[in-house]
């Protein structure tokens, strides 16, 4: 752990970091920062919510100066809310040096970001799809490029953006820097980087064995059918701060954003099929605190970093266990501790068990909260609610009718009367949510090789699942996240090893994968459909006998 001050930076960028809150480096930054500022390429690792964007922000600004004219440096994300979140961490570190930077993706106004480039950043975060846009278009052009970054590196390869990546590199001269960062790096990531980094050094966080979570892990075994009910005690008992709720679908999304209104809950849902304004707008409610429960497709699973997410509910169980990790990762981030809880359905058992066995952490299982916890989980927050108010004291003007109350009626039974009145039941609304079918874990074919899981300083070698059909298995492996986090320097780490992947690729790169994963929707309607991520490019469905759908 090192202070910044210790990595020779400009003092401009010193300032920023300490503007930001900033006391000492994070072990990923520790490792990176020196390499990235030496010019090296870079494969970078580290669990989510340690500081990864900073790892490779840091260097990139430090280096370019601030009188420059041109696009020198390149960063990649593969969903838009990604590139707007690090567009603005980019910005905030580069705030006293004066280096532009400049975010552009799909959905937003063409117009818009074609006058945003007349100011001459020098640094661009786009997802691929856009950027490919403005290539064509001559908005943006790459000469200059000397720096590119991969952030979600793996999540670029697995949404299908292969083919845009390489045509967007190939317009990067040769001679220039190229940096990976995720907390997920599967063998396949070679792939990539034999393809695009020269003599990279690998810069991994990861622990030498498994350490207690940051995130406390927990699922709750329930029907289908039951999910919704357990969802609202849930909710009522832990009463999150912010929570994150990941659906399967946008259809999933839509109905349980819908339904959690209608029973009075502060929430909004995020998916693909929104316009780039509903978006933007549901991202800024969460994170001022408008709305407390995002709904999301695992659009939201990787990179978002909103503070102050208490809890994950995978309502829906991910399909693959990288998923699971990036999902829970939107909490317990920047050494904060974070709870997630996944709902399984009698089917799944199997498949929470590969997870559990693939990132090495057992996940409790926990009884669904009874209504009597659910009472009074709620009871307590409103009983916070009014002490709050008590000590703010801001309520003057009701005092007149208090007394007048209280000269008529019992003292207790008007607080509990007003508590009632505050706690706000809305059970009689019913729901009906369209039900999704189970996911579950392939069984072992023996007669299809098997590259299996492996782990960094794990026994573990097998796979449970393999391929099938032309997909050969893809799989990866994860450690959990160390208590540490901050300061602590174990630094546990997401140790994703996949077996090598050499499924086949399709025209435009996707990769359907051994297992799928949760993509949005495989359902026939256009709200369950399958989307790229980015929401600016569709891509084919990964083939549906991928997956066990029953
Ligand atoms: N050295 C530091 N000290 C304190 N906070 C930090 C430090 N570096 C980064 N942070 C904060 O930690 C949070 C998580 O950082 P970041 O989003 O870069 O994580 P990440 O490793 O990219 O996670 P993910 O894998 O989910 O993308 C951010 O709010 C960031 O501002
Ligand atoms: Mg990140």
């Known amino acids: 752990m090192k202070t910044f ?40 690792q580290a669990q989510t919510g340690t500081g990864k964007t900073a790892a490779f922000g840091i260097p990139l600004i430090n280096k370019i100066p601030s009188s420059e004219e041109r696009i020198v440096a390149l960063i990649m994300t593969p969903t838009r809310e990604l590139a707007i979140q690090v567009a603005e961490e980019i910005g905030k570190l580069a705030r006293f040096k004066g280096i532009r930077s400049l975010p552009i993706y799909g959905g937003q106004e063409i117009g818009r970001q074609i006058r945003a480039l007349k100011k001459r950043p020098q640094i661009i975060i786009g997802t691929p799809g856009r950027l490919l846009d403005h290539i064509n278009r001559k908005t943006i052009k790459l000469d200059d490029v000397q720096h590119v970054v991969l952030d979600e590196a793996d999540e670029m390869l697995d949404m ?8 967007i590199l190939s317009l990067v001269p040769a001679e220039r820097q190229t940096m990976l960062f995720s907390a997920t790096m599967p063998p396949n990531i070679q792939r990539l980087a034999q393809q695009f980094l020269r003599n990279p050094e690998h810069v991994s966080v990861i622990p030498k064995q498994v350490s207690a979570p940051t995130i406390d892990q927990s699922y709750i075994e329930v029907h ?3 999910k919704f009910d357990a969802l609202s005690r849930l909710l009522d008992m832990e009463s999150p701060d912010l929570a994150i709720i990941f659906g399967r679908t946008k259809r999933r999304v839509d109905e349980l954003s819908e339904a959690l209104q209608k029973r009075g809950y502060s929430a909004d849902g995020l998916h693909g099929d929104l316009s780039q304004n509903q978006r933007d707008n549901v991202m800024r409610k969460f ?17 978002l970093d909103v503070s102050g997410v208490t809890h994950v509910i995978n309502f829906d169980l991910p399909q693959d266990p990288e998923s699971y990790v990036h999902r829970i990762g939107r909490t317990g981030r920047a050494g904060k501790e974070g709870t997630a809880w996944s709902f399984v359905t009698p089917r799944e058992t199997d498949h929470l068990h590969f997870i559990e066995k693939v990132t090495r952490q057992r996940i409790a299982k926990k009884p669904v909260p009874s209504l009597a916890e659910a009472i009074e989980g709620k009871q307590r927050i409103t009983a916070e609610r009014i002490l709050e108010v008590v000590q703010g004291e801001n309520f003057v003007e009701y005092k007149g009718v208090a007394i007048q109350l209280l ?20 059970k009689d609304v019913s729901i009906e949510l369209t039900p999704e079918d189970p996911i579950r874990a392939k069984k072992r074919r023996p007669d299809v090789r098997s590259s ?37 320097g174990s630094g546990s780490g997401y140790a994703g090893n996949r077996g090598s992947s050499s ?14 994963r949760s993509y949005e929707g495989r359902g026939n309607s256009s709200s369950s459909s399958y989307e790229n991520r980015s929401g600016e490019q569709r891509r084919s469905k990964p083939a549906s006998d991928d997956f066990v759908n029953n």
Not at 407 to 426: F, H, P, R, W
Request: glycine share 16%; aromatic share 6%.
């Open 452 to 488: 299996g899981r492996r782990f960094t300083g794990s026994g573990y070698g097998g796979g449970n699942r393999t391929g099938s059909g032309s997909s050969s298995s893809s799989s990866s492996s994860s450690a959990p996240r160390g208590r540490s986090g901050y300061g602590g």
């Open 503 to 516: 499924s086949s690729s399709s025209r435009d790169g996707y990769k359907p994968r051994e297992g799928g």
């Open 160 to 167: 299908g953006f292969m083919e845009d990546i390489t045509s």
């Open 287 to 303: 994170r001022d605190g408008s709305i407390d429960v995002l709904v999301a497709t695992d659009v939201a699973a990787r990179g």
């Open 5 to 44: 001050a210790e990595f020779g930076l400009d003092a401009k960028v010193l300032q920023a970091i300490t503007e930001l809150g900033f006391e000492e480096s994070t072990p990923i930054q520790d490792k990176s920062i020196p390499i990235a500022m030496n010019g090296s390429d870079l494969i970078g």
């Open 224 to 226: 289908e059918r039951q």
């Open 407 to 426: 000269e008529q009626y019992d003292s207790v039974n008007l607080l509990a009367s007003a508590i009632a009145l505050i706690t706000g039941e809305k």
